[in-house]
């Protein structure tokens, strides 16, 4: 299973980002995903997550209202809309899966055993 994530990059305050996360090597559709991230010095955090077929939506409370998830099959890509973006978001996002049946249901690191490297997102004033 490969996870790859891009879209990374280096933005002002109250700019928006879209992150990419394409999976290969299993049946997309049968995935839940998840968006996390970590901030230097900082431990590892749910961003948001996304079940199959998009039934269910997890966001953390400080990204709701700004950051959206979304998924194409066809695609075998996750997506993380980020709007108003502020220097607290600087991180590095990483996407991760889980198989179906294999979930808690939990938007836990713990919950997820596929992982991406990582796009680096810098909010600067």
């Known amino acids: 299973v490969q996870v790859v994530e891009s879209g990374g990059a280096s933005v002002q305050t109250g700019e928006a980002l879209r992150l990419s996360c394409t999976v290969s090597?299993?049946?997309?559709?049968?995935?839940?995903m998840g968006w996390f991230r970590q901030a230097p010095g900082k431990e590892r955090e749910a961003v948001s997550c996304?079940?199959?077929?998009?039934?269910?939506?997890y966001y953390s409370d400080s990204v709701k209202g700004r950051f959206t998830v979304s998924r194409d099959d066809a695609k075998n890509t996750l997506y993380l809309q980020m709007n108003s973006l502020k220097s607290d978001d600087t991180a590095m996002y990483s996407c991760?899966?889980?198989?179906?049946?294999?979930?808690?249901?939990?938007?836990?690191?713990?919950?997820?055993?596929?992982w991406g490297q990582g796009t680096q997102v810098t909010v600067s004033s």
């Open positions: 991760a899966a889980v198989p179906r049946g294999n979930w808690g249901r939990a938007c836990a690191v713990n919950e997820f055993p596929y």
């Open positions: 090597g299993i049946d997309f559709t049968e995935l839940h």
């Open positions: 996304l079940s199959r077929k998009g039934v269910t939506e």
